[in-house]
Every structure is written in structure tokens, then in C-alpha cells.
């Protein structure tokens, strides 16, 4: 079955710089893959996702970005601000979807 | 807010015991998934279902068991409850019954076992 990495597990930033999450995963024939943002206390957000036919996404201050042929995707987040700290899955699904570990990020004010 | 309501938020039970958990997806969604997250595992699918009827499973253990519902809203069901079973549990819906599209968690419901 489907296994996706997550690194690192943890990154600390300073308020305005940016933050990158990398997630490798190993079944080719997944071709969904999104990314969650998880509040303490609340239950996991999709905050964007990409599809296997295109190589990046944008929504203002996230972007994320896929290479099919290396199976790794990451998540970057620009301009961070202390409201971006929480924990960052990302995930890769073609039948079931199949979470990384989560990266717990801080954002310094 | 998801859309995706689950009851109740916290529940604390013995061993051995037998608890249901309620999820109600967003208005218009078919499909329904169970995750449990536990400090150590991360998030782990559990199960399907689309419609009422099971489409697919993961890593379930035989002493849990879900259903879904002509409304829709499904129940998990977790019998002979141990410590290790102690974990949050999630709820998602999505519109599809495949699973390359969009899912929607509730707030969670947080077991703990005694």
C-alpha cells in the first residue's frame, strides 16, 4: 500500500520568512494529494491540493509543488505569520488516502 | 467550520466496554470516512462508507465496526474497549465515493480509556 514520509517533524521560523514541508510517497499510481493544517483541539483543514497533471498550485500565501517522476511534493508558505503555527499533513491518495506524519510548525513573532 | 458535525467531543470509559461515536457529513456528501489519531500513529484510516454500503476498510481492528445511514450520518463502533484504544477520532466526508477527492474532517470526538 501507499506510505508517505513527512519531513522535518518539526520547524521553527521567524514571523516573514518562509516555511517548506516535504512529503515523499511511494505508490506511482496515486494522483491526489493534499495538504491539511490541524489546530489544537480542531480537526484537520485542507488548505490546498494538486492533482497528478499539474506541477504546482498556488493560493496567496501557499503554494504547493509536485514531482511526479522523484514522488515527493512539498508545501511553501510565504510570509509566515504566528496564525500559520499549527500541524502541517500532508497526504496521497488514489483509493485510500494515506497521511504523513505531520510537521508541527512555529511560527516566532 | 467544515460542515462535518460529530457528538460526542469527549468520552472516558472503562476496558472492556462498548462505545458509539456520531458522524454527520456535509450537507449533500455520500461518502463517509473514520480516521483515528493517536500520538504515536499520525492519522490511520479506518474505514469507508458511500451511501450506505462499506467501499472500503483499513486498518480496522475486528472489535470495531461502522454503519452508515439512510440520513447519511454514520456510527463507529468500538467494543471491547483497551487503554490502547484511547485516541481522537475523526470523521470526513466528501462528495465522491473515490478517494482522490476533497475530505472534509469534523472536530474530532477524543476517547479515553481507563
Known amino acids: 500500500g501507499e506510505n508517505v514520509e513527512q519531513h522535518p517533524s518539526t520547524l521553527s521560523v521567524q514571523e516573514g520568512d518562509s516555511a517548506v514541508i516535504k512529503c515523499t510517497y511511494s505508490?506511482?499510481?496515486?494522483?491526489?494529494f493534499p495538504w491539511y493544517k490541524q489546530e489544537l483541539g480542531k480537526g484537520p483543514q485542507l488548505i490546498i491540493d494538486?492533482?497528478?497533471?499539474?506541477g504546482e498550485k498556488k493560493d496567496q500565501r501557499i503554494a504547493v509543488t509536485l514531482n511526479k517522476t522523484a514522488k515527493h511534493f512539498s508545501l511553501h508558505i510565504t510570509e509566515t505569520q504566528p496564525e500559520d503555527s499549527a500541524v502541517y499533513f500532508c497526504?496521497?491518495?488514489?483509493?485510500?488516502?494515506?497521511f504523513g506524519a505531520g510537521t508541527r510548525l512555529t511560527v516566532k513573532p | 467550520d467544515s460542515g462535518v458535525t460529530q457528538t460526542p467531543k469527549h468520552l472516558i470509559t472503562a476496558t472492556g466496554q462498548r462505545v458509539t461515536l456520531r458522524c454527520s457529513p456535509r450537507?449533500?456528501?455520500?461518502?463517509v470516512y473514520w480516521y483515528q489519531q493517536s500520538l504515536d500513529q499520525g492519522l490511520q484510516f479506518l474505514i469507508q462508507?458511500?451511501?450506505?454500503?462499506?467501499?472500503a476498510k483499513g486498518n480496522i481492528l475486528e472489535r470495531f465496526s461502522a454503519q452508515q445511514f439512510p440520513d447519511l450520518h454514520s456510527e463507529l463502533n468500538l467494543s471491547s474497549l483497551e487503554l490502547g484504544d484511547s485516541a481522537l477520532y475523526f470523521c470526513?466526508?466528501?462528495?465522491?465515493?473515490?478517494?482522490?477527492?476533497?475530505?472534509?474532517f469534523g472536530p474530532g470526538t477524543r476517547l479515553t480509556v481507563t
Open positions: 470526513a466526508s466528501s462528495a465522491s465515493s473515490g478517494g482522490a477527492f476533497e475530505q472534509y
Open positions: 462508507y458511500y451511501n450506505g454500503e462499506e467501499r
Open positions: 494538486i492533482r497528478s497533471n499539474v
Open positions: 450537507s449533500g456528501d455520500l461518502s
Open positions: 505508490d506511482s499510481a496515486s494522483n491526489y
Open positions: 497526504a496521497a491518495s488514489k483509493h485510500d488516502m494515506r
